[in-house]
Nanobody, 119 residues
Framework: QVQLQESGPGLVKPSQTLSLTCTVS??????????WNWIRQPPGKGLEWIGK???????SYSPLLKSRTSLSRDTNKNQITLQLASVTPEDTAVYYC???????????WGQGTQVTVSS
């Protein structure tokens, strides 16, 4: 079955750029009709969708984070990368990589990675 694994620094300083990688196994990120999403959950709050990259490579972002977010992919390594610029302590959260098929619900989640923004 498909497995998603997030990786990246657990601690980032304010104003820096956060970079996280999602490595996908047992499934290609170019397989038709799948979207690869980044979702986060700040402490004590609900889930927040950050953005997605489609099997075509097309990206879309949350309007609230669009100005600071960039998604990219490496099809050779089967990885999706999230970059979030100019972070503040409000970006502290558990970050998840999540798969969703067109017209369906989220079906596979990574285990999540904790990111803390602090000086």
């Amino acid at each position: 079955q498909v497995q998603l694994q997030e990786s990246g620094p657990g601690l980032v300083k304010p104003s820096q750029t956060l970079s996280l990688t999602c490595t996908v196994s047992e499934g290609s990120i170019t397989t038709n009709y799948y979207f690869w999403n980044w979702i986060r959950q700040p402490p004590g709050k609900g889930l927040e969708w950050i953005g997605k990259i489609a099997y075509t490579g097309t990206t879309s972002y949350s309007p609230l984070l669009k100005s600071r977010t960039s998604l990219s992919r490496d099809t050779n390594k089967n990885q999706i990368t999230l970059q979030l610029a100019s972070v503040t302590p409000e970006d502290t959260a558990v970050y998840y990589c999540v798969r969703r098929r067109v017209g369906a619900l989220y079906d596979y989640w990574g285990q999540g990675t904790q990111v803390t923004v602090s000086s």
